[in-house]
């Protein structure tokens, strides 16, 4: 069955410094993935969306990279600020029209 | 520009009981999605209406049922309500023509005691 992995446990990063979340899948050829920032009792935030054919993408001081060989997407916050600290996570969809299926996230911790 | 609205933001059910949620979606997006979230867990795919009809459906029983209006709103009905149904329900909406993420509302926490 299609499987999304997250880094399992929290990251804690020191403020000024990168932090950098996995997403790992498992039988799925998805045609793009998403990453979304999700706070305590809020739905989530959508963040990038990177497509199979692309291998990086840019946002402000975000990057996201998108393996589909070994299926696998990076996605990196630079210059990390106490407000970056969150639940990520990343999600796959396999069309344009189709749904989107979310790992289980990663909790980012940023300390002063 | 409102966002997703959902209602009601919390709600406390007994075991067995049915319950109604609403979602309103983003002005200009048709498509709407439900989703489920359980503490600590990512959300889980419910179903997923355009054009009024369910068009995808997740590994959910068919206790969960929904419907789609034709100003785009929809609806997650639930019966026969278990402990496990407790979680925070998500609704997700989007233009079906443009692929981009989904605009999540902030979600009824459904308590089932």
Sequence with gaps: SQKIEQNSEALNIQEGKTATLTCNYTNYSPAYLQWYRQDPGRGPVFLLLIRENEKEKRKERLKVTFDTTLKQSLFHITASQPADSATYLCALGDSSASKIIFGSGTRLSIRP | ?113
Aim: charged share 20%.
């Design chain 2, 1 to 113: 520009d409102a966002g997703v609205t959902q209602s009601p933001t919390h709600l406390i059910k007994t075991r067995g009981q049915q319950v109604t949620l609403r979602c309103s979606p983003k002005s200009g997006h048709d498509t709407v999605s439900w989703y489920q979230q359980a503490l600590g867990q990512g959300p889980q795919f419910i179903f997923q209406y355009y054009e009024e009809e369910e068009r995808q459906r997740g590994n959910f029983p068919d206790r969960f049922s929904g419907h789609q209006f034709p100003n785009y709103s929809s609806e997650l009905n639930v019966n026969a309500l278990l402990l496990g149904d407790s979680a925070l329900y998500l609704c997700a909406s989007r233009r079906r023509t443009v692929n981009y993420g989904y605009t999540f509302g902030s979600g009824t926490r459904l308590t089932v005691v």
